[in-house]
């Protein structure tokens, strides 16, 4: 009888430290901080009465902005939640179209909304995938070497998607770290001024780093 009671005391004494080992799907409210890669890559097809071209093209720059969230528990191991983040961009892309021309598209703010389902990889690691809306405001310029008539400078928000994938780690049971891969998709720009139309179609891929707190 005093066996059973030493090892049933033993036991309780250790279930804390065993439950610890065990993966904890982090949930509830968050707020981080994201840096990163950005490259934006632009096809751009235009014509008027005399010529038609396609060209395409991509520029690399950097990232910044932050995301908040709120995530909760979906199995043992599983966690499923809703997010929404702005950022901007250092990214700038040129390309010439006929000779001296040149077209330019500028990336600015952009704004995302949707939903991410991760898994638990380890005690404090989660991988999860993500999904959702775009809005990004562009700006694109053209400049004709020899007739400035045809010269623009527009600035528009474009509508579309975003998919991406990242790894999560819990530093402490309110600090984490990720790292993630985000790829995004706008609807076409098409431009027409009389003389000249355009129809411009772009993507973007980044590379981000985040930062942030759970309360």
């Given at each position: ?20 080992t ?50 909760l528990?979906?199995?043992?191991y ?75 400078d ?24 990720k ?23 772009f ?13």
């Amino acid at each position: 009888m005093k066996t059973m009671l030493l090892t049933a005391v033993a036991l309780t004494a250790a279930a804390p430290a065993l439950a610890q080992t065990e993966p904890t799907p982090p949930v509830g409210p968050r707020i981080e901080a994201r840096v990163g890669f950005d490259r934006v890559v632009l096809g751009v097809h235009a014509s008027d009465d005399l010529n038609d071209e396609s060209v395409s093209g991509g520029k690399s720059g950097v990232t910044y902005g932050g995301e908040i969230g709120y995530d909760l528990r979906a199995g043992q191991y599983a966690t499923i939640g809703v997010y929404a983040g702005i950022e901007g961009a250092s990214t700038k892309e040129c390309t010439e179209l006929y000779g001296s021309d040149e077209a330019c598209l500028k990336a600015g703010r952009n704004i995302t909304a949707g939903v991410r389902a991760g898994y638990m990889f380890s005690r404090t690691g989660l991988l999860y995938v993500k999904g959702g809306y775009t809005n990004g405001r562009l700006r694109l310029t053209y400049r004709d070497a020899t007739d400035g008539s045809n010269n623009f400078d527009e600035g528009t928000n474009r509508d579309g998607f975003h998919v991406g994938a990242g790894a999560e780690m819990g530093f402490s049971r309110n600090f984490y770290g990720k790292l993630e891969y985000v790829y995004t998709n706008y609807n076409s720009f098409d431009v027409d001024d009389g003389t000249t139309s355009g129809n411009l179609d772009f993507d973007r891929h980044q590379v981000v780093a985040g930062f942030g707190v759970r309360f």
